[in-house]
């Protein structure tokens, strides 16, 4: 069966039993991210991110597919982690206390693809990586 069939399988489904939304299951998110203001995403395979601390748990957010994570890259050094790197191998200096400086500022933060537009996350005090870690 294609993508398309499942799809209208599981709606049609959906309406024969009732349900007033179909639910289409998406994959798990592969890595969790924290900033130090407190929002929180989940990061997907294709680079969707899943933002988590606006919406109540029975009504999440869905991924448009038109926020996308490119990487992260570090806010003094001329460093850049792609996706598809952080997925499969988080490297060490993301991991505990060294993704942060000694006054507690962030060292990293996010470069993604907003409905086509490149963004670096600016003042990183705020909109940095606090937390960095892999799912799965």
Partial sequence: MTPQELLRHHVTGAIERGEKEAIVEQPAPKLYLRTPYGEQYHIYENGDIQRLDLYPSN?????????????????????????????THLPDDLNGSSI???????????????????????????????????LN
Avoid: M
Avoid at 62 to 86: D, E, M, Y
Avoid at 112 to 126: C, F, I, K, Q, S
């Fill in 59 to 87: 009504k999440p957010f869905t991924p448009s597919g038109q926020w996308k994570l490119l990487g992260v890259q570090h806010v003094k050094r001329n460093k850049f982690i792609p996706l598809a790197r952080l997925i």
């Fill in 100 to 134: 942060r400086y000694k006054n507690g500022k962030p060292q990293w933060t996010v470069r993604d693809l907003d409905h086509g537009t490149v963004r670096v996350w600016g003042n990183t005090e705020y909109h940095g990586i606090a937390e960095l870690r892999r």
